[in-house]
């Protein structure tokens, strides 16, 4: 998978995670998982952003798994496939 299509799933998560996040914070009960999601979100946006090189580096060293996995529980099926393409998937030069 190159870096490209993997850009593309964070930018996937990080809109789904973004709104299931917002949608959360509706309820005050809710806001114990909608905040971290949209922080999750960020995060996300943060590693799309990276240039090629430092996004592989990044992925080797899984610094933004935990977030990934946040947004599994909290993103529902779009963040599944995101999280399967972006940290399960080898990265073709």
């Known amino acids: ?12 998560s990080q809109i789904f ?3 299931s996040g ?3 914070c509706l309820t005050i009960v809710g806001a114990v998982l909608g905040v971290p999601s949209i922080m999750a ?5 943060e590693l799309r952003n990276l240039d090629d090189e430092t996004l592989k580096a990044e992925l ?3 610094k933004y ?12 099926i779009f963040s599944i496939l995101a999280f399967i393409f972006v940290w399960g998937m ?4």
């Open 22 to 24: 917002i949608c959360m």
């Open 60 to 62: 080797k060293v899984q």
């Open 41 to 45: 979100a960020v995060k996300f946006g």
């Open 65 to 76: 798994l935990g977030w990934g996995i946040l947004s599994l529980f909290t993103g529902g």
């Open 17 to 19: 995670t973004m709104i």
């Open 1 to 12: 998978m190159t870096v490209t299509v993997k850009k593309t799933w964070l930018l996937v």
């Open 90 to 93: 080898e990265t073709k030069e």
